[in-house]
């Protein structure tokens, strides 16, 4: 099991926007250090509790402070935005980062009723839909001039089957965002495959799982942070968006009935505890699903927890496998 990062640049309260972007530099830089497969940057709007408004400027700047781990977008919220734009500023990226660049797209964010053709021309625009270099003059004028040599990798991102279907029929990577609705994670992944491989088993598991994670060195500690979660994502979830609250916060809340059910159901989509609990429970979701590869999403208040609950993850995962 292969563990990634998936940040979305949490901002906690009494911190700034430029505190969590900041932060999720430091991350970035330590996770390349530690090991991670990979690491993505997110895109929400008008979010007092995440940062990451243009995850494709931030990744570049991680690209430029890293030097081996791929670093990508999870994802560019395709329905926002032109697809020519986003083929330039990935073609760019890729063009500096041969080899390293995950463009990973979603379909939140705006009308997504033409979101399939924008997928479709984004690849095309970058040479990425099979077509010959030297096609024909209709070929030609929908390739990107100065379309890299080696093309990012294309990731659909989704938390139904829709994306999957799509990601399936194009032949793309696919991600699956189990802390938004774990329960659908299965169907999403098995629609997805089954379109790869156009109906034929194989012995390959593609697919990526997405799962919300807080560890820490002892239980108390963990579970102090995961009600800090799940207080945030309950008040979210009720129309009250706002920073991620400390600790001793969530420690003195007193829940009202909605906030305990919302937190109730949002609780079974967090895996939190010791590392080697977190890791066991990892390992029981990637063959449950039959991933390879676990991307990890951690929220804190505070940027050092965050720091320190991958850190946790790493040296554990890495402890096991040298044992």
């Not at 998936?6 to 900041?22: K, T, Y």
């Not at 990226?93 to 390293?100: C, D, E, I, K, N």
């Not at 995950?102 to 077509?131: K, N, W």
Request: proline share 6%.
């Amino acid at each position: 099991m292969r563990l990634s990062v998936l940040d979305q640049s949490p901002v906690g309260e009494g911190s700034s926007h430029a505190d969590a972007l900041l932060a999720s530099v430091d991350l970035a830089q330590a996770a390349e250090e530690w090991g991670f497969a990979r690491y993505w940057t997110a895109e929400h709007h008008a979010s007092p509790g995440f940062a990451g408004s243009a995850p494709e400027i931030l990744a570049a700047v991680l690209l430029a402070r890293t030097s081996r781990m791929p670093v990508g977008t999870g994802g560019v919220l395709l329905p926002r935005y032109p697809p020519v734009k986003v083929a330039e500023v990935f073609a760019v990226l890729a063009s500096l980062y041969p080899g390293r660049v995950d463009m990973g797209l979603g379909r939140a964010g705006g009308p997504a009723a033409d979101y399939p053709q924008r997928v479709s021309l984004l690849r095309r625009l970058l040479g990425m839909d099979g077509s010959a270099k030297d096609g024909t003059a209709e070929d030609d004028a929908h390739r990107l001039v100065g379309a890299p040599a080696v093309p990012p990798r294309m990731w659909l991102l989704g938390a139904g089957s829709g994306s999957a279907r799509m990601a399936g029929e194009l032949g793309t990577d696919f991600a699956y965002a189990h802390f938004l609705a774990p329960d659908r994670a299965e169907e999403a992944l098995t629609t997805y495959r089954t379109l790869l491989r156009g109906g034929n088993a194989t012995d390959e598991a593609p697919g990526v799982l997405a799962v919300r994670v807080v560890t820490a060195e002892s239980e108390a500690e963990a579970e102090a942070l995961a009600h800090s979660v799940l207080l945030w994502r309950s008040r979210k979830d009720l129309g009250e968006d706002l920073p991620l609250p400390s600790a001793r916060v969530a420690r003195n809340h007193r829940w009202t009935a909605l906030e305990a059910e919302r937190a109730s159901v949002r609780g079974r989509s967090l895996v939190w505890g010791t590392p080697d609990q977190v890791l066991t429970r990892l390992a029981e979701l990637a063959k449950e699903y039959a991933v390879e590869e676990v991307m990890v999403n951690t929220l804190t208040c505070d940027p050092e927890d965050r720091f320190h609950s991958y850190r946790l993850l790493a040296e554990w995962q890495a402890a096991t496998v040298g044992g």
